[in-house]
């Protein structure tokens, strides 16, 4: 499957702990989208990188969240000291700068902070 | 923020029958998206049509665009059990600093009763 992958796909953590997620995209592709969901709604930017350059973070990524992907390629997003308000479907997506645009989802990583 | 608005939130009918659902937004927009999500996984991308084309085709899916109105819809034509899952549009102002960032409605929810 040459697709978009997370792992992990769920995650259950206490309040106060670190997460990390990580978002392997289709191999081709140069960028890279973070995308957070909760119950009812529909996903919300978070950010995008071009090959290893975060280039823009939505003001909903709070001095505790990080992401990275240091070889243009695998991106991961770090959580740290999470919050209740925090659980969440966090999904990465990535496309081809010259694709016009589709970007192709992974399943997600579905967050729960007790 | 959310720039669409989708309409109805949910929408109930019977195999075989059409569904219609429509979105609007605020802003000028590249292109406009179309995905199906199933409950609790990824987002499927559907159909992408560009703020040049007012009509497009795939399978049995139809989507039109009026940027006039700043609205689209998406019609499903004889549904199956299968097409049970919410619809999301996605609106995408390209800009250098953030790519092809999606903007998301609500989505619709769609039952499909056999």
């Known amino acids: 499957d040459t697709g978009v992958s997370q792992d992990p796909r769920h995650k259950i953590t206490k309040r106060g702990q670190n997460v990390t997620f990580r978002c392997d995209p289709i191999?081709?592709?140069?960028?890279l989208y973070w995308y957070r969901q909760t119950l009812g709604q529909g996903p919300e930017f978070l950010t995008y990188?071009?090959?290893?350059?975060?280039?823009?973070k939505s003001r909903l990524l709070s001095d505790r969240f990080s992401a990275e992907r240091p070889k243009g390629s695998f991106s991961t997003l770090e959580i740290q000291r999470t919050e209740q308000g925090d659980s969440a479907m966090y999904l990465c997506?990535?496309?081809?700068?010259?694709?016009?645009?589709?970007?192709?989802f992974g399943p997600g990583t579905r967050l729960l902070v007790l | 923020s959310q720039q669409g608005e989708e309409d109805p939130q949910a929408l109930s009918i019977q195999e075989g029958e059409n569904a219609t659902m429509n979105c609007s937004y605020k802003?000028?927009?590249?292109?406009l998206q179309w995905y199906r999500q199933n409950s609790g996984r990824g987002l499927v991308h559907l159909i992408l049509?560009?703020?040049?084309?007012r009509e497009k085709h795939s399978g049995r899916l139809r989507v039109t665009l009026d940027t006039s109105k700043k609205s689209s819809s998406l019609l499903i034509t004889a549904s199956r059990a299968a097409d049970t899952a919410s619809y999301f549009c996605?609106?995408?102002?390209?800009?250098?600093?953030?790519?092809?960032?999606?903007?998301f409605g609500g989505g619709t929810r769609v039952l499909v009763k056999p």
């Open positions: 997506a990535s496309s081809l700068a010259e694709g016009g645009g589709t970007q192709y």
């Open positions: 191999s081709e592709h140069n960028r």
């Open positions: 990188f071009q090959n290893e350059a975060q280039l823009e």
């Open positions: 802003t000028s927009i590249n292109n």
């Open positions: 049509i560009r703020s040049n084309e």
């Open positions: 996605a609106t995408d102002a390209w800009n250098k600093a953030a790519g092809n960032k999606l903007t």
